[in-house]
């Protein structure tokens, strides 16, 4: 017996929508349950970060850096200070780059608890979410240990960081980091191996690698994909090669590889992974050095372009800077992972239903922020 | 204290009235007045109870205060007031696209539907309001009443998410009955009986008399049915009819105020009927589990109450811990799983009978 | 049918290992608890002072503050912010380095160097500061910082600045009446021609 075909419905999702992760609306053509279209309409949340940046000093980017991916600030400050520096070729001290790559990881785990915890709730557990907050809320308190903001923290500058490290801060990391560890495979227990959530999550939403990489996508989602590429082992930047640690790729454990568990399960595996990374360098973390040795006095690269990709907790995300010789970079473009993730939406979520989309969209793990810019 | 025992009473009460159709209309109002009461607690209680309990499932305190007038009272007591004052004051709107009879209607059948099936729940020996000799075949008929109130709702908001989940909740309902009745039907065949009061005089004797406890297969059948129970209840892992991170509010996205509240009143009047239906049919009922002791009429009321809180209080341990399902495994589940089971069910307790009754 | 019974056995175990989780945190609920009530408790604050070196920079991210007393007039935090909600505007001053009684004018800061300039309007937009700290590196006076840190003892940390009206988060830090003062006396012929 084939499907039987209704007429078709147009619905509309967003841009106020429990689960949009935003400001998202989607344009979702359905027959009944079964989706058969989505057209996915950005731009709520534009902000002219590109036109923006043009008009102001280099400096003065990184405050608009951190409100592009909101939930992962140090990331992005990471990317652009990186790009900048190497237009200008500056060396930063090896401490700033050990306070760099701790930052960054800690963002990333922050960055991957919400991404978790909202996934969780857009299939309807709500507790898991909660626990990832409560977790993700000790890390954000120890951010404002270091720089005194807890979401937007224009951490990261050009040729070092803003303030040192405080007293104290390598024991409290490690403090977090001993309570954090057992916490993941709670989560797991309470969520990942969920029946109820393993059926609606595996082999649902399947990103085949040759789609995944035909749409440019990146990060955990084209990991979860099976493609192993992760920008911090393939194209090393900052100090990332001399840390030991694993490109969790999905396998399909539990339904066909690239559904939404590979994708949720990619991104718990990075998680344990960025710990290892931590704990690596918060054991070599130097004593001594000021951060602000390598601070220029005034920003002002030479005349040029550079493009240059971090690997952001979303997926490769890159700067694209020219300068003309001023102050003001002449062009600055920001290639975002989650809108080339949001353009794979149509293709994989075709065919599944309502309740599906919801799942795919979560599992894509969007920052509207960012789309939008 | 059924209707006719009170109009009886009222009889003798006020001679001078004797025979006249005002003491009727006052057997039927004043029980229906206290029922309406029970259902307004029950709610009140609940609804504190749940934001309790999923607090602390997830390392929180729930609605907090230190004292009357600071935010909700003493340990947030008066939230559940504060919150029932809310929907009251709130503008009452109706979409300008709304069927408008039907959207007004919706709410208040599917609070009948719950509220006509308490009728029959026996509180006590003597402390029900309708004891009839169909007692469970009466609350099964007429708990599937509510679905045409959720229908109604999401067809008549002329918004498609809660015609999605009027649809939804109408095809779950429709077929999460059917396990729950073959469920019962192995009580029916245990006790022979039809009646409530009857279900639980068999139940006498202690908690081992119990038909939960009275063979294994009954046990698998309390557990379907306390299953299709959560699902007629629409609650977590069954809430697909709300779902809110799908369909926003499903059938009652565009209710507010006091009509949005009466579907709060009925999901918990309907949780307080499927839970009663379950302590009656396998776990005694009013009857103290030690025999002999603590079975006044007072006791009973508070047995009664206390197991089905302890169901009640299960019913938000699943939902604070469980994902939710879609809709086609929702079906499987029913179909697939409980329906097999819950006929196996029939069979084994037919042979246990058989063998050991 | 292997596996029809081997998925109820595994939605039994997984179910069941999520119920004694929750279970778990239900009963462990003083020591778990990371709710505070937020008017009668509050979030502690990070420990500020260890470890920064203060005399340089100050890590709160709280409400602006300039001391006008020490203010020399030189914009360099107006142009160090990204969101432009610093506007500043400047008088020079007759005599470099003297007290103007009538206005509150300081001429000399308390690190000793003299002012050339009278600062006639100094406002912050808090609406649109977006918390950046930028504007208060630059300073060589060290006189613009957020509330609380190093200045703690004279701007005791504080968080909670909602007001009832947007425009009482537009701070007015110039001293009062000097807008109109320096005006007087830059325009005298002016004000001469209108008596």
Not at chain 3, 110 to 118: D, L
Not at chain 3, 171 to 181: M, T
Request: aromatic fraction near 12%.
């Amino acid at each position: 017996m084939g499907i039987i075909h209704g007429e078709e419905m147009v619905l509309n999702i967003g841009p106020q929508h429990p689960s949009t992760h935003g400001v998202l609306r989607l344009k979702v053509r359905t027959d009944g349950e079964v989706v058969s279209d989505i057209y996915p309409v950005i731009g709520y949340l534009h902000r002219c970060f590109e036109k923006h940046c043009e008009n102001v000093t280099y400096e003065q980017v990184i405050p608009y850096t951190d409100r592009c991916d909101y939930v992962a600030s140090m990331n992005n400050n990471l990317g652009y200070a990186i790009t900048v520096e190497e237009l200008m070729g500056i060396e930063v001290p090896e401490k700033v780059e050990y306070i760099r790559i701790i930052m960054a990881e800690f963002n990333r785990i922050a960055s991957h608890l919400l991404a978790l915890g909202t996934y969780g709730l857009d299939v309807g557990a709500f507790t898991p979410f909660l626990y990832m907050f409560r977790d993700r809320e000790r890390i954000l308190d120890m951010f404002e240990l270091i720089c005194g903001a807890r979401l937007l923290y224009n951490y990261i500058w050009v040729g070092g960081v803003s303030h040192d490290l405080p007293k104290g801060f390598v024991e409290t990391a490690y403090g977090f980091l001993d309570y954090f560890e057992p916490q993941v495979k709670e989560y797991n227990n309470l969520l990942t191996y969920n029946k109820i959530f393993i059926e609606r999550t595996a082999d649902v939403g399947v990103m085949p690698p040759d789609v995944a990489i035909s749409y440019g996508v990146t990060g955990p989602n084209l990991r979860g994909s099976g493609v192993k590429w992760d920008i911090r082992k393939d194209e090393p930047y900052s100090i990332y090669n001399k840390f030991d640690f694993e490109v969790p790729v999905g396998k399909g454990e539990l339904g066909t590889v690239g559904d939404c568990w590979d994708r949720y399960w990619v991104r718990m595996r990075e998680i344990e992974e960025s710990v290892k990374i931590l704990r690596q360098a918060l054991k070599a973390l130097p004593k001594g050095g000021d951060v602000h040795q390598a601070i220029p006095k005034k920003i002002r690269p030479p005349k040029g372009s550079i493009y240059k990709r971090t690997e952001s907790p979303r997926g490769d995300l890159a700067y694209y800077i020219t300068s003309d010789g001023t102050p003001k970079p002449y062009r600055l473009k920001m290639r975002s992972p989650a809108f080339t993730s949001i353009s794979v939406l149509n293709e994989i979520s075709r065919g599944w239903m309502l309740s599906d989309v919801i799942a795919i969209l979560g599992s894509l793990d969007i920052v509207l922020g960012e789309i939008d810019r | 204290m059924t209707v006719d025992a009170l109009y009886h009473w009222l009889n003798e009460t006020f001679p001078f009235l004797s025979g006249n159709e005002i003491l009727i209309v006052l057997a039927i109002l004043i029980p229906s007045v206290a029922l309406f009461m029970v259902i307004a607690v029950n709610a009140l209680v609940l609804v504190y109870a749940e934001r309790k309990v999923s607090a602390f499932m997830q390392d929180r305190v729930g609605p907090m205060g230190q004292g009357v007038g600071l935010h909700a009272g003493k340990w947030g007591l008066l939230q559940t007031v504060a919150d029932a004052l809310k929907l009251i004051s709130k503008e009452d709107i109706i979409p300008r696209l709304a069927d408008r009879k039907l959207f007004i209607m919706a709410p208040f059948v599917i609070f009948v539907g719950a509220f006509i099936a308490v009728i029959a729940l026996p509180f006590g020996e003597t402390i029900i309001i309708a004891d009839m000799n169909i007692g469970i075949f009466y609350i099964l008929a007429v708990s599937s009443f509510g679905v045409i109130g959720l229908i109604l709702a999401g067809w008549s908001s002329n918004n498609k998410w809660s015609l999605y989940g009027g649809m939804r909740s109408a095809a779950q309902i429709i077929s999460y009955e059917i396990p729950a009745g073959l469920s019962l039907i192995t009580v029916i065949m245990l006790t022979e009986t039809l009646s409530m009061q009857g279900i639980i005089q068999y139940q006498s004797g202690g908690l081992f008399s119990w038909i939960v406890f009275s063979s294994p297969f009954s046990f698998i059948a309390f557990i379907v049915y306390f299953i299709a129970a959560i699902a007629e209840t629409n609650r977590t892992p069954f809430d697909i009819p709300e779902a809110e991170s799908e369909l926003v509010g499903g059938f009652h996205t565009e209710y507010s105020g006091m009509r949005w509240s009466f579907f709060f009143l009925s999901e918990y009047a309907n949780m307080l009927v499927v839970c009663g239906v379950a302590v009656t049919g396998f776990l005694g009922g009013w009857q103290s589990p030690i025999p002999g002791y603590f079975n006044t009429a007072g006791w009973s009321i508070f047995w009664f109450i206390s197991k089905i809180l302890f169901l009640v209080f299960v019913m938000m341990w699943v939902r604070w811990t469980f994902p939710r399902l879609r809709v086609d495994q929702l079906m499987d589940i029913c179909w697939k799983y409980l329906l097999p089971i819950a006929l196996f069910n029939i069979f084994g307790v037919g042979i246990w009978t058989l063998i050991f009754g | 049918m292997k596996q029809y019974f081997l998925n109820i056995w595994e939605t039994i175990i997984s179910l069941s290992t999520g119920f004694g989780i929750t279970w778990v945190h239900m009963l462990n609920i003083k020591k778990g608890n990371v709710t505070l009530q937020y008017p009668e408790e509050k979030w502690p604050r990070p420990e500020r002072n260890i470890g920064f070196n203060h005399d340089d920079y100050n890590v709160i991210r709280s409400r602006l503050t300039v001391d006008m007393d020490d203010c020399i007039g030189c914009l360099k935090c107006m142009r160090a912010c990204p969101v432009d909600c610093i506007s500043i505007e400047t008088v020079k001053a007759e005599t470099r380095g003297e007290d103007i009684k009538d206005i509150g004018h300081v001429g000399i800061t308390s690190s000793g160097s003299k002012k050339a300039m009278v600062v006639t309007r100094f406002d912050i937009d808090m609406t649109e500061c977006c918390y950046c700290n930028l504007c208060t590196y630059p300073c060589p006076e060290d006189c613009i910082f957020m509330t609380g840190g190093p200045n703690a003892d004279r701007h005791p940390i504080d968080y909670e600045f909602s007001e009832y009206d947007r425009t009482d988060l537009i701070y007015r830090f110039a001293k009062k009446g000097s807008k109109e003062k320096m005006e007087a006396q830059m325009f005298p012929k002016k004000e001469k021609a209108e008596a």
